[in-house]
């Protein structure tokens, strides 16, 4: 009997490395660092070993197509662009993140309790969301380039459990965002074995669990079709609880209003990338030649996220359900590239997932800056005549609205645009014409926030526009020049990412 | 064609003063004029040395073009953003730098006082740099966006005092009656494009040898139509007089010398299209001939120093017109008296403002008289400009006057005569009405109040009144010797053909048009010079005057024809608007939000139920696929 040492490709996995190693070094300062240099520190540990990863990813830009870590891991030109917006957007997260009125002081301590007390008068500030971060921005780089269903499910909990821990480390409404982690992780928990159960079936069906090995048991067509359709069923259910997709998408508003806004800001940014890139990838790659059999459902579930997210975001209150509804919305957008399957169906979504989690982040750094005495305020009616008071930080929300709601001259309409255009190309009318139709709907709601923000009159009731940290400012800035450019010239962009947006099979 | 990288400092240089003193605001304060007015100054250098590069070069090597970027490239439709220097356009552009940096330097004293003189320079400068951009665009969709830059920059140097809601409301007159031309130019753009496939100068001329005359008369007429909004002609004439609203400066350069005249550049550039098309070339000198007496009548009129020049404007304006409708015979004419016209109407303008700056303000000549000898320099360099408009030889004004009315007269048959004899009319009645007023300006009798104290301007103020002064002495010598400008302009508008049939001999029409100004002076003296001229105007006058006054009812015929019918069915249209779709929309509205608040029943909060709804979907998910499966 021979063993072969596996061969690893440790140039190719260098960026995760680079994060856990980042990650590590942040459990080591939060357990021996003096308490005063601690955030400082952590700070700088995690945006350099984020800024490093970029680069060393950089670096293998043109060792596309290859496969590492036995097989286990496709390095192509698709998972290059997801990982180097999943790091980009990391990088913008953190220094909202680093902004620690947002965060607890203690957060084992039992919201109401002594232990609370003591803690908020110390002074104390939490700073193992650090490490917290690098954890998930790891997985999240796994999880669009893993090549089989073991890998994908560990990059998949990877990425998952420290953003349950994240979302209740909220420094206000500590009840809220604690009840919001826990549900968040139950439903988790619960989808998570739901894709297990999908990887049973699929090696039953296969008795492979490399995306190729199952790929070819379907061009094959020689198992039993009943397992392939159960696996195929369980495991979107996993991957689109993820994204947030109906009726899977129960969660999100509840833990997009309860996590701090920051790590809201993160999850909704950066999660969304990695997860509709493992979804782009499996479906592209290994499903593509069952498409007639899961397409129908899929076209389904994206009318129905759409239509669903934008009607009932019309109703909402809080600026921060408000935003969880649109994230179904254009989770719904996003999945008619996902159907499309083809080139430009993965360009667009490329594009889109880009500019939407930019976008994305850039609104949520605003809402931090809207606060009273009790911490951030997220009731629309409070917002109203905002643009008389702070007219940049209200035409920069209004920016980012339009954004969301397709507007020309701001990059949501290119994406819009490539991704309807996609889906009508690959002959989904149903998909455009709904896709268009919740657009119109999805328009009326972000523009209301517009109209309430510059035409009615303020209230006088203490909500104030805080001024931003350097770092807040940094994020606002880079992401709405970015939201803005893509709008007006968005061709390098374009083809950069149509020179690289393949799947290596 | 020979290619150039240097035209574009032309446009960038003041185009940069611009942006320099809108973005540093307050901070450029003390340095902003002077800032400006050298960078008005060096793109006038830059026209001079481009002027004795091209003189260097032979005949047919003159234009030059400079191509900057691909600007639009969609499908079949592909434009550069290029520019263009030929024998025409380097004329405008000397006019415009020169006679700009002039009133830049006048600027500086009239707008001293001005606390926001800055933010005044910075829109002078972004004028400067559209109207540069309009001569030189190399096809006409460059030249819109300079023409939309003008019409931006008049805008705001109107209504630069806006705090006065007179000139608010004036500034948005111009603003609106403008956009009825500029329509009419983006039409023409579209017809080109839609029939010729091409808006570049050289792609249209080209394509006008084969193209239908149905396609260039369209063209034709929608540039005409551009041209009177921009260029305040019949009959998008009413907003000139409003304009006056803006600093006096403003009213030279852009209201007298060179936006105003961007519709006879615009007719003269096409000359292609016009000669091809000969019933827009009809109604070219139809509307000329009507303004030119329209704007004289006007003048006959008015009391406001300013009006009673506006007027005139509007009346040569209307002879440059009429020029450019009378095909190659006369485009060179008609520049030639835009050239000139640019000496000495703002020579008088600023005369104008000189004296307003003596009379702390006052623009009712009725309240003037005798300023002669209290204003010596004005009086002389507006005196100058005086002879030249109304066309006393030899001064510039004669010679581009007297060759557009010999052209009229020879442009044949009953409307030969008929043009002529409007021409020469309108002689006399210029000649009445700028007598008028040098009489109730400078050489009456005194009909101001004690308390003012008329005295000279400094000489920031009367150097370039001065330096216009001579223009407006030599310049139509200097153009008529050996047919110069005739000859220069040839290879772009066309050859000036001799004519053959002569109606009236060129000898006779100078004699007439004289005759015809020394009636017009004669009137003018005795009724105003000889007798006593009251201080308000009178009100038993002949209803002629007073419809006169009042702009020949202008604005009453466009209150009527154009904003009651326009405002009835706004009116009826917003009442549909809110009915009709606002009641759809609001339905929708209410519907789509009565489903979401349906739908957020759904979110109960509480984790079991929304476990149970991951079931139910994966239920109904299995099902589905089953169900296409099978």
């Not at chain 1, 997210?309 to 600026?319: H, L, N, P, T």
């Not at chain 2, 003063?17 to 800032?35: M, Q, T």
């Not at chain 2, 017109?321 to 015979?329: C, D, E, F, K, T």
């Not at chain 2, 442009?411 to 009645?429: D, E, N, R, Y």
Request: charged content about 10%; overall charge neutral.
């Amino acid at each position: 009997m021979t063993f072969e040492a596996p061969v690893l490709h440790y140039s190719i996995l260098a960026p995760i490395l680079i994060v856990l190693g980042g990650a590590l070094v942040g459990v080591l300062i939060e357990a021996f660092a003096p308490r005063a240099s601690r955030r400082s520190s952590q700070l700088f540990v995690t945006v350099a070993s984020l800024v490093i990863a970029l680069a060393a990813l950089l670096r293998v830009r043109n060792q596309v197509s290859v496969s590492a870590a036995m097989g286990s891991v496709s390095f192509d030109g698709a998972g290059f662009l997801l990982q180097a917006s999943i790091l980009i957007i990391a990088i913008l997260s953190v220094f909202l993140i680093a902004d620690q009125e947002n965060f607890t002081a203690l957060a084992a301590a039992v919201p109401g309790s002594e232990e609370e007390r003591h803690s908020l008068q110390a002074d104390l500030r939490v700073t193992e969301v650090y490490p917290l971060t690098l954890f998930a921005v790891a997985g999240m780089l796994l999880f669009p380039i893993s090549s089989d269903l073991i890998t994908l499910f560990v990059a998949l909990e990877m990425l998952s459990l420290p953003l349950y821990l994240m979302a209740g480390l909220s420094r206000r409404r500590r009840l809220m965002s604690q009840e919001s982690a826990l549900k968040y992780f139950l439903l988790g928990a619960f989808s998570s074995a739901f894709f297990l159960f999908g990887i049973a079936y699929l090696y039953g069906y296969s008795a492979s669990i490399t995306f190729s090995g199952i790929q070819a048991s379907i061009v094959g067509g020689s198992g039993n079709d009943v397992f392939l359709l159960l696996g195929i069923a369980f495991i979107s259910v996993g991957l689109l609880f993820k994204v947030g997709a109906v009726p899977f998408h129960a969660w999100t508003p509840d833990v997009y209003q309860g996590a701090p806004t920051a790590v809201t800001g993160f999850m909704a940014a950066a999660t969304k990338v990695a997860a509709f890139g493992a979804i782009l990838r499996i479906y592209y790659v290994t499903f593509a030649n069952a498409q007639w059999q899961w397409k129908p459902a899929l076209v389904l579930i994206a009318i129905i996220t759409m239509v669903f997210g934008s009607v009932v975001a019309i109703s909402q209150r809080d600026v921060k359900r408000m935003l969880a509804y649109s994230s179904i919305a254009h989770a719904g957008f996003l999945l008619s590239g996902v159907i499309a399957l083809s080139k430009s169906g993965l360009e667009a979504s490329i594009f889109y997932l880009f500019a939407y989690g930019i976008a994305t982040l850039g609104a949520f750094a605003v809402v931090t800056l809207i606060r009273d005495s009790a911490g951030e305020v997220t009731d629309l009616n409070r917002w109203s005549g905002l643009g008389k008071r702070s007219p940049l930080t209200a035409s920069v929300f209004a920016l980012f609205l339009l954004a969301f709601a397709g507007i020309p001259l701001t990059s949501g309409f290119i994406g819009k645009f490539s991704i309807f255009s996609a889906a009508y190309e690959s002959g989904n009318t149903s998909l455009l014409i709904a896709g268009v139709l919740s657009s119109a709907i999805a328009a009326f709601f972000y523009i209301r926030v517009i109209v309430l923000m510059f035409f009615k009159d303020s209230v006088e009731d203490g909500t104030s526009v805080v001024i931003p940290s350097a770092l807040t400012t940094t994020t606002i800035a880079i992401t709405s020049a970015v939201t803005l450019i893509l709008g007006i010239y968005p061709a390098p962009l374009i083809n950069f990412i149509a020179t690289f947006a393949t799947f290596v099979r | 064609m020979v290619t150039s990288t240097s035209l574009v400092y032309l446009i960038a240089l003041p185009l940069f003063g611009s942006a320099i003193l809108l973005l540093a605001g307050r901070r450029s304060d003390k340095w902003g004029h002077l800032l400006a007015t050298a960078l008005s100054a060096s793109s006038f250098g830059v026209g001079l040395y481009q002027l004795s590069q091209m003189l260097a070069r032979p005949t047919e090597e003159r234009a030059i073009t400079q191509k900057l970027f691909s600007w639009i490239n969609v499908g079949t439709f592909n434009v550069d953003a290029g520019l263009l220097l030929d024998q025409l356009s380097i004329c405008f552009v000397l006019l415009i730098t020169g006679v700009g940096t002039l009133i830049h330097i006048y600027s500086i004293s009239y707008m001293s006082h001005d606390e926001n003189r800055r933010r005044f320079f910075a829109f002078l400068n972004l004028f400067i740099a559209a109207m540069l951009l309009l001569v030189l665009g190399d096809s006409y969709l460059n030249l819109y966006v300079g023409w939309e830059g003008v019409g931006l920059a008049s805008y705001l140097l109107i209504g630069f005092w806006n705090q006065k809601p007179a000139y608010a409301t004036a500034s948005k007159k111009a603003f609106v009656m403008n956009r009825v031309g500029d329509m009419g130019l983006s039409f023409a753009i579209m017809i080109a494009f839609a029939t010729l496939g091409t808006v570049s100068f050289s792609g249209v001329q080209e394509a006008s040898h084969t193209a239908s005359k149905a396609a260039l008369t369209g063209i034709g007429i929608m540039l005409l139509v551009a041209a009177t909004g921009k260029s305040a002609q019949f009959p998008l004439q009413a907003w000139l007089g409003d304009a006056m609203a803006g600093p006096t400066p403003v009213s030279a350069l852009i209201h007298a010398a060179t936006m105003v005249t961007a519709g006879v550049y615009l007719i003269v550039r096409s000359n292609f299209i016009f000669d091809a098309a000969p019933t827009a070339q009809l109604l070219v000198v139809i509307v000329g001939a009507i303004t030119l007496m329209f704007g004289a009548l006007v003048g006959t009129a008015k009391d406001d120093i300013k009006k009673a020049l506006a007027a005139s404007t509007m009346s040569q304006i209307g002879y440059m017109v009429l020029g450019a409708g009378l095909g190659p015979a006369g485009y060179a004419f008609a520049i030639m008296h835009l050239l000139t016209h640019g000496f000495f109407k703002a020579g008088m303008f600023l005369g104008a403002g000189s004296v307003m700056h003596g009379m702390n303000d006052q623009v009712d000549m009725r309240r003037y008289g005798a300023l002669r000898k209290f204003m010596p320099i004005t009086f002389a360099t507006f005196g100058l400009g005086y002879l030249a408009i109304i066309g006393v030889p030899p001064f510039a004004g004669f010679y581009s006057k007297d060759a557009i009315i010999e052209t009229a007269f020879n442009a044949g048959g009953v409307k030969g005569i008929l043009l002529g004899s409007t021409a020469l009319l309108g002689a006399a009645i210029t000649a009445f009405y700028m007598t008028r007023v040098m009489v109730l300006t400078f050489t009456s009798k005194e009909r101001w109040e004690d308390d003012q104290h008329p005295h000279e301007s400094p000489l920031l103020m009367w150097l370039p009144m001065a330096i216009l002064a001579i223009g407006s002495v030599t310049t139509g010598f200097l153009f008529t010797r050996g047919h110069a400008l005739v000859n220069w302009l040839a290879p772009v508008v066309g050859e000036h053909a001799e004519d053959e049939k002569v109606l009236l001999q060129p000898v006779v029409v100078s004699a007439l048009a004289l005759l015809a100004v020394v009636i017009g002076v004669a009137i003018a003296i005795r009724k105003y010079q000889l007798s006593d001229v009251e201080k308000v105007a009178p009100q038993n006058v002949s209803f002629f005057t007073r419809i006169a006054r009042k702009d020949l009812m202008q604005d009453s015929f466009n209150e009527a024809v154009f904003m009651k019918p326009g405002q009835t069915l706004t009116a009826l249209l917003v009442q549909g608007d809110e009915k009709v779709v606002d009641g759809a929309v609001r339905g929708v509205g209410t519907m789509a939000l009565g489903a979401g608040s349906a739908l957020r029943k759904t979110q109960t909060g509480f984790a079991r139920s929304y476990a149970a709804l991951i079931l139910i979907g994966a239920i109904v998910l299995i099902a589905g696929i089953w169900v296409v499966t099978q």
